[in-house]
Every structure is written in C-alpha cells, then in structure tokens.
C-alpha cells in the first residue's frame, strides 16, 4: 500500500489514532506529576500556567485576530489580586482565584474597548501602554499600601488542602502542579469547544473579514469585547496559580512585564496561531528550548542587549535566531509543521454530511494546503 | 407588497455624489434588475441596505421596518443577504466554513453555549448539512474542504452566493454575480437565481452588467446614472428607453 494512508474523520481508525495521541501526551504528563523530581515538576508546573495564558492570547490573537501586547497585565493582575487577597486581607488563596478570573475578565472586556476602533499596528501600540502603566502601577508609592509598591508582597503560600491527596509542604510542589494541569485542561476544553461552534466561526470571520462578518449577522464588538475578556480571564487564573507558586509578587517578575507579554505571544505564534494545540506546544518549546539555549553561553549578553531578561549571553542570541528559524521554516507554528509531516504518513478524509435529497455525486476532494485551526 | 423601499437616498463621499435622492421599490417575490454604468451607485445602494455607508439623506424601508434603525449585523437576521462585487470572503476558512458562517442569523449558540458546549453538536451537525447541501446545489461541493484561498475567481462568486443562501434570506442582494463567469455558467447562473427565487419565495435584487442575462431573469428593471434613477419599468420598456441608450451610447442595450 502506498503512503500517506487514508483515514476518515470519525471512523472507528482516526479515534484510535487521536485516542493514542492523547494518551500519549496524557501518559507524559502523568508520568512526569508522579516520578519527577521537585525541580523538574516547578518548571513543568511554569510552562503549564504560560501555555494557559497562552490558550487565552491564542482565542484572541490567533482566532479573531486582535493583536495584543498587554496580556502581561492581565497574568499581573490575576497574580496581584490573589497577593493582596491573601497577603494582605487574609483569604483562603482558592477563593481568590474566581475573584481574579471575574476582575481579569471585567477589566479585559474594558481594555477591549480599543479593538472596536483601532487596528493593528495601533491596536498593538496601545496595549503595550496597557502593559508598561500596569508596572508603573505597581511601583506607584500611592498604591502602596495596597500592592506593596516596589517591594511587592512577600510570604504567599498555598498548602493543598485536607480534602486533597497531598501531604502538606512536602507536596506542595505536586499540588501546584495537579491545579496547574486541571486549570490548563479546563481552558483548553473551553477553547476547542469554541472554536468548533458557531461563536468560534465568528471569532474566524472577524479575523478573516470584518465588513463580511458584519453583513453575516456577526455582532463585532460583542465578539471582540468578550474574546478579549475571556482571554483576560485565562490570563488572569494563571497569574493567580503562579503568584502562589512563587510565594511573592513584586513589580520586576518578568512576566508582569512588557516581556512577558511578548514571550506569550511568542508561544502562541511558535505553537502556530489559530491551533488548539498550539499553546501548549508553543510553550513547551519556549521554556525548554530557552532553559537548553541558555546553557549554550553565558555572560551579560551583546551590548547587554539581554540584560534583565534572563536569556543572558549567548543563550539569547542561540533562542532569538532559532525563533527566526522556526518562523521562516514553519509559517503555521510547531503544530503546522507536525501536521504537514503528519500528512506524509496519513491523509484524513473528511467526512461529508448524508444529504437525504440531494444526490452527492462526487467525493469532496481532501484538504490540499494546511491552514491554522 | 413592497419588500424593498427606497425613499430619496442620498449618499456622499467629500466631493464625490455616489447616490442623489434614489427611489424605487421592489415588489415581493420579484427579480429586480439594477443596471447602470460604472460609477452609477448600484454598489453604494447595496451598502446602504446592508448598513455599512450612512445615507445623508433618505430612508430605505424593509417590510415596512426602517433599516436605518437597525444595527449592520442586525440586517442579517431581517431576513437581508447580499453578495460582493469584490469578493468579501473568509480566505482562510474551508468553502463549508465560509457558507456555515453564513448561516450565522440561523443560529443561535453565542459566547456561553460555546464554551460550555451546550447544544454545539445539534447545531453543527444543521449548519453543516444545509451548508453542504448549499454547496452541493451551486456545484461546489467537490471543493467544500478546501480553503477559499487561492481558488480561481469564477468558483468564488459562486461561493459568494452559496453563502448568502445559507442565511435562508428572504430578500437576496447580487452584486454583479456574473462578473468573471464563462458564458455557459453566465447561463447555469440564471437557471439557479430562477430556481431559488421560485423554491425560496426570494425577492432578488440584482445588479449586473450582462444585458442579456438581466433582461432574460428580471421581473423589472430600475436604470441608474450618477447616483439617480433614470428608467424604470418591464425589461423591454427599459431597454427602449431614450435615457437609457443615451448612458450605454455606444453599447448595445
Ligand atoms: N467608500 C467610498 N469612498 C469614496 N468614494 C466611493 C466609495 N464607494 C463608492 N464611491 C464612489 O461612489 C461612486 C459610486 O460607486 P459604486 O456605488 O461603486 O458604483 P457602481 O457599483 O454602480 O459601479 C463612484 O464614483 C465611486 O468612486
Ligand atoms: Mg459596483
């Protein structure tokens, strides 16, 4: 038989495939909650709550195609909202997270606002204001008393509690991690299941063609507010997890900056924009290829062009030219490339609705070129 | 009964008078041709009715019902589908995609029922088969999983149509449908808009260049010249018209 092999859509093979693909990742990440080591599972737990904040940033820049460099605000502002709940007025850190998701998804709506009348460029332009003034917020001394202003808030902790299976401090590791990995999957589920429905199909339109979207019935600034706001939202219960994780917050942790809002938008363009999956990939390449990278050299890096983001010396320059690399390589993301080699081995079919009254002649031709979604 | 109503509407851009005090009416059930030369404002009426232009003056009534009270994406679910001169569709979304979302005013799961996938699949599983069936209808099921993207023009008017038919109009807007059709599929063209206009109870409004096929599928005929009526009346009235021949001079009518 020759290659690529022909599977259709929801027959009983392309199930087990996608079952065995799931498993698989399932199995990976399964396998790392229980056997790695406290270090190993930290950095996993990180890329867990970036690929949450990333499935958000997708919806919004990858799906309806509203650019945004503020979402390090909204991942800040979920963080900040569980620090001054629990560091400040006491509250049991997981009643702080609806609190977060509620505020980010309100405030995100309202920065929304913009997408209504200005685009690209200019749209890009004023959330990066949105991300430098949440920092100049939270060094502000007028807030001070509320933030903590340059110092931040300090001694943050979240024990698993009674009801779970973990035992106190000693887990606590494991713990973030399991919360992590659930509130990554429910995001995820929320965002395929979008992006499969009528809503989803507006997001596209919006991206692909506002006037048309209009004349088809869409409402553009329910869709834009609202996407805007769910992502937010996303953002906004990572954040939340990651203050915890970390015990502090404070104005320099990178990803409450204007890097953080570029390293998510990295993920989502690495992962492939417009792919549930993406996120994740994406992440999951961010983290570990740059955590590789920056083994590669050391040093204050080129003209200290690096400095104060971590990826210092040549390790910067090893992850900025393979970002390049892969964007040139594989237009779609990661995703897009394992897709195109995925085609190579097997062609899924699509699966043409019954129509009882119109006799369907012809078998619809599969998918030629691969594009996002 | 009047479908459409077009009461003296006015459009202007800077200097330009795209429509100057525009009236006509279309009847229910009718094909209305619109025809006129480049320039004339056909383009720039549609626009008015699908609320994308504000009129300066005027007003148009559907049913009855001012349009200029009405949101764009309110249009839609009025029971108003148009196509585009230029093409408006989703290049990146499949051919089914791109007719689904047309059927966006059928539908009814929103931001919530999204994501929480409350009655997702029933109305996939609805939109998909009509859709299809749409697709099937005008030929292009063959194509229904290929991006719009880079398909030659001609499929991609008929594309334009299909998706307007998904909308399930009951006033349906062409805009120059027939513009880059081989001359047999000009001919394939008019038996469908036939076909549907009969099978749905469609009023159609109809802008074309095509002469022969306006004057063979058309019920009336309005004539424009910068932004004004010029003619109106049975397909043979509007062909003999002086002013009529005076705006094609040179061109056969
Ligand atoms: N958005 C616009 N901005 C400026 N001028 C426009 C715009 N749309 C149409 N026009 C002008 O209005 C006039 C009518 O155009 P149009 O309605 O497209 O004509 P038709 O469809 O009959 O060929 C033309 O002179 C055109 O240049
Ligand atoms: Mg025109």
Not at chain 1, 63 to 90: E, K, M, N, P, W
Request: a positive charge.
């Amino acid at each position: 038989m020759a290659w690529p092999k022909d599977v259709r859509r929801g027959s009983a093979w392309h199930r087990v495939g996608q079952l065995v693909l799931f498993g698989l990742v399932a199995l990976f990440f399964i396998r790392a909650g229980l056997t790695w080591n406290r270090s190993g599972i930290g950095q996993l737990t990180d890329m867990l709550l970036f690929a949450t904040a990333a499935v958000g940033l997708n919806l919004l820049v990858g799906v309806t195609g509203q650019i945004s460099l503020g979402h390090s605000a909204f991942f800040g502002l979920g963080a900040y909202t569980s620090a001054v709940l629990v560091g400040q007025y006491g509250w049991t850190p997981g009643w702080t997270f609806p609190v977060s998701i509620v505020l980010c998804f309100a405030v995100g709506m309202v920065v929304g606002l913009p997408a209504l009348r200005l685009k690209g460029v200019y749209l890009a332009l004023v959330s990066i204001a949105l991300a430098t003034t949440f920092t100049q917020l939270l060094n502000w001394d007028r807030l001070a008393w509320l933030t903590g202003g340059p110092i931040g808030i300090k001694g943050l902790s979240y024990l698993p509690p009674s009801w779970t299976p973990f035992d106190g401090r000693a887990d606590l590791g494991k713990w973030f991690f399991w919360m992590s990995l659930v509130v990554f999957v429910i995001c995820t589920l929320i965002a395929s299941s979008m992006i499969r429905s009528r809503f989803g199909r507006s997001m596209v339109a919006v991206r692909d063609n506002e006037t048309a979207a209009a004349v088809m019935g869409v409402n553009l600034a329910a869709v834009k507010t609202l996407v805007f706001g769910l992502s937010a939202a996303m953002a906004g219960i990572a954040g939340s997890i990651f203050a915890m994780k970390l015990t502090l917050v404070e104005p320099v942790v990178q990803f409450f900056t204007l890097f953080g809002s570029i390293f998510l938008l990295v993920m989502v363009v690495l992962g492939g924009a417009g792919s549930t999956w993406g996120p994740l990939v994406g992440a999951f390449i961010f983290v570990y290829v740059r955590d590789w990278a920056s083994g590669v050299g050391e040093g204050n890096g080129v003209l200290g062009l690096f400095e104060g983001t971590r990826i210092g010396g040549l390790g910067g320059i090893v992850f900025g030219v393979l970002l390049i690399v892969i964007v040139f390589v594989a237009p779609f993301g990661a995703v897009g490339l394992l897709r195109k080699a995925r085609a190579k081995v097997v062609r899924v079919l699509p699966r043409p609705p019954a129509l009882p009254t119109v006799a369907n002649a012809q078998e619809p031709q599969p998918p030629t070129t691969v594009v996002s979604g | 009964m009047s479908v459409l109503q077009v009461q003296d509407v006015s459009v202007r851009f800077g200097g330009i008078q795209a429509l100057a005090g525009l009236s006509f009416d279309i009847d229910e059930g009718q094909i209305c041709g619109l025809i006129g030369p480049n320039g004339a404002g056909k383009t720039t009426m549609f626009n008015v009715v699908s609320r994308i232009y504000e009129p300066t003056e005027g007003k148009v009534l559907y049913r009855g019902q001012d349009l200029l009270d009405v949101p764009a994406h309110g249009i839609a679910r009025l029971g108003i589908a148009r196509t585009f001169q230029n093409l408006a569709l989703f290049p990146t979304m499949t051919l089914l995609q791109n007719t689904m979302t047309g059927a966006h005013c059928t539908g009814n799961v929103g931001f919530v029922r999204s994501a929480l996938r409350i009655g997702v699949r029933s109305e996939e599983k609805r939109m998909e088969a009509e859709a299809f069936e749409i697709l099937a209808r005008l030929g292009l099921a063959p194509l229904a999983y290929r991006p719009a993207m880079g398909l030659p023009f001609g499929t991609l008017k008929r594309l334009e149509i299909a998706r307007a038919l998904a909308a399930k109009p009951s006033l349906l807007l062409l805009d120059e449908p027939a513009s880059g059709l081989t001359h047999s599929e000009v001919d394939e063209l008019s038996e469908t808009i036939h076909d549907v206009r009969d099978q749905f109870g469609l009023t159609v409004l109809l802008v074309e260049h095509h002469m022969s096929m306006v004057m063979g599928i058309s019920d009336k005929v309005v004539a424009m010249e910068f932004g004004r009526k010029i003619a109106e009346g049975t397909p043979h009235e509007v062909r003999n018209d002086p002013h009529v021949i005076a705006a094609y001079l040179g061109t056969e009518v």
